[in-house]
């Protein structure tokens, strides 16, 4: 049996997936799981990437102890965030997290020498103020010292290959996410960093998903126990379960329903008009250079952060259980940046409501309902107006990722859309992850090859 080994890191967790094919089906087998969130350190909100690298390895160790060695290994993460690294190759400074506040104020400076039109132009990635070019922007202004010692810009997914092979890429579908990639090349747009006063040199030109990265370094494989090829896996997380939606029909719409909802369509040729800019949609990179037109919308993390209010002492099943149940219509913004990082999302919830002249929800059941409610809404509105940029009808959404099995959530998104909701793959992000590798060995002919396996695999469930 040829196994193949995904690590999938979220922003509150982090899985390793083996996955094989068996009587022409995908198999998998979740190996081992850590647990991942910011911190506080050096006054900033950080990953700890030590330990996500120790998890990594540990992660790595337990597939030799099961006795199920894998040939190949891919990871994905989330997008937006990297590190600077100095002429020997070592971290420079923390590794500083979207949510922090650090780019506050900074979007504002940047559109004065470039306009948010011609931004969104070059690169067609939506505005949001934790992107990396407001990031990198910040760290100019903020810490100089920081790109003046640094050597090479690597995004995290790509960081964890280096600390593993030594060798340094830059993978195209986590780029894209950088709005630092231009979409005429498809590579990153080096007069663009060069205006922000940042040193092109640090950019490695931008390799595909499927790129053979190479085997581990000499002290990886003593202490991991094998060797094993890092292929370059679809390193945004998204764009690795994009890459599992389980249909070849090209006329699709999904959301990637995990800590933040990713809803769009999958397109040959990019929209970037002024008319895209300010429905605020994105176009994301995604495998072989399909273009991931969607919105990024605020997703499960509130009703995570709900329920660590709530001392996690609630299931996501029972939340949902206790939300259908509730008796309340009041409705919030969940594209609103006040829930990026409250505090406390009950209390910035309930806070919302008031100002807005809505019942103030009060139990686990109603704060749950609230949310899922607004999510189904924000959902629905969405669909629109995807339709109304391309002039295309999609009447289904595909969900995938771990909230196609919030089944509440679902019924809600088929009523408010007035669409069929399909829902699963649950681990999409691994399948897309597993699903690359294999095509990279040539297992797989290619992406529209491995969606027929996969629609065969899974199971799906549909809301009318």
Not at 356 to 365: D, H, Y
Not at 376 to 400: Q, R, S
Request: charged fraction near 25%.
């Amino acid at each position: 049996m040829v196994y193949h080994l995904a690590v999938d890191i979220g922003a509150s967790s982090g899985r390793h997936i083996l996955g094989w094919l068996e009587n022409g089906k995908f198999q998998l087998e979740e190996v081992y799981r850590f647990e991942n969130g910011l911190h506080e350190e050096q006054g900033h909100l950080c990953w700890d990437l030590d330990a996500l690298f120790a998890n990594i390895k540990e992660g790595m160790k337990e597939c030799a102890r099961i006795g199920k060695i894998p040939s190949t290994m891919g990871i994905d993460t989330w997008g937006v965030d990297f590190v600077l690294l100095d002429e020997k190759g070592d971290r420079i400074g923390p590794a500083v997290g979207y949510r922090d506040s650090r780019t506050d104020g900074i979007p504002e400076k940047i559109y004065q020498f470039i306009s948010e039109q011609e931004l969104y132009e070059r690169t067609g990635i939506q505005y949001a103020k934790f992107n990396t070019i407001f990031q990198l922007s910040a760290i100019r202004e903020q810490n100089p010292e920081m790109l003046e010692s640094a050597k090479d810009f690597i995004m995290l997914p790509d960081y964890f290959v280096y600390l593993l092979t030594g060798k340094k890429y830059n993978e195209y579908t986590e780029a894209s996410t950088s709005e630092l990639v231009s979409l005429k090349t498809n590579n990153w747009d080096y007069e663009l960093i060069a205006n922000l006063g940042i040193d092109p040199m640090l950019f490695r030109d931008l390799s595909a998903p499927g790129t053979k990265a190479g085997n581990l370094t000499e002290e990886m494989k003593k202490e991991i126990g094998y060797d094993i090829e890092v292929i370059l896996a679809p390193s945004h997380d998204t764009a690795s379960a994009v890459a599992a939606v389980p249909t070849t029909d090209e006329n699709v719409m999904y959301i990637s329903s995990g800590t933040w909802s990713l809803m769009g369509i999958e397109t040959k040729v990019p929209f970037n008009s002024e008319e895209c800019r300010k429905f605020n949609i994105t176009n994301e990179g995604g495998v072989e250079y399909r273009y991931r037109f969607l919105k990024n919308i605020m997703g499960l993390w509130m009703i995570q952060s709900v329920r660590h209010d709530l001392d996690d002492k609630y299931s996501f099943a029972e939340l949902c259980d206790m939300a259908e149940k509730a008796d309340i219509d009041s409705l919030v913004d969940v594209q609103d940046e006040r829930f990026l990082a409250p505090q406390n999302m009950s209390e910035e919830i309930k806070k919302a409501c008031a100002e807005a002249g809505a019942k103030v929800p009060e139990t686990a059941g109603e704060l749950a309902s609230v949310v899922y409610r607004s999510l189904a809404v924000c959902y629905a509105k969405c669909a629109e107006d995807i339709e109304k940029i391309t002039g295309k009808k999609y009447p289904a959404i595909n969900i995938i990722g771990g909230g196609s099995k919030a089944g509440y959530l679902n019924e809600l998104t088929a009523k408010a859309s007035g669409r069929t909701v399909i829902a699963g793959v649950s681990e999409a992000t691994a399948v897309g992850n597993l699903a690359m590798q294999m095509i990279s060995c040539e297992e797989i002919e290619n992406l529209t090859a491995a969606r027929e396996i996969i629609a065969k695999s899974f199971d799906v469930k549909k809301y009318n």
